[in-house]
């Protein structure tokens, strides 16, 4: 066997220690979602009411439930298909509960109109 393609070969070192991502970047989320928790905070503060208020607190919350996933969870940094793979199902069940409303209306409508 030739010297020369036996040294081009790289080999792995003895102690794998992983993928290292910087300090920098969780203590930048961590303020991040400081700054969201007080958004959600001062919500209340404001005393909004009715849909603004909830879906304000819904936006942040997926905001934080995001950023918590994507950094502190590594899904950042993982493959798409692992990414889809987490983040299809939960977006068809939301699908399918919007889908499932809209039939629920439709059917008390009906309903009023028939037997009201």
């Known amino acids: ?68 996933v994507a950094v502190f969870m590594h899904m950042r940094w993982e493959r798409l298909a692992l990414v889809y793979a987490i983040l299809i199902p939960p977006l068809a069940l939301l699908v399918l509960m919007a889908l499932m409303a809209t039939e629920a209306d439709y059917t008390f409508l009906t309903r009023l109109a028939h037997f009201g």
């Open 1 to 68: 066997m030739d010297p020369a393609a036996t040294s081009a070969v790289p080999t792995a070192p003895a102690s794998h220690s992983g993928q290292q991502h910087p300090v920098g970047i969780y203590l930048k989320v961590w303020g991040l979602l400081f700054v969201l928790s007080t958004f959600s905070y001062l919500v209340d503060y404001a005393n909004l009411h009715g849909y603004l208020r909830w879906g304000l607190i819904l936006a942040l919350m997926v905001a934080k439930a995001g950023l918590i």
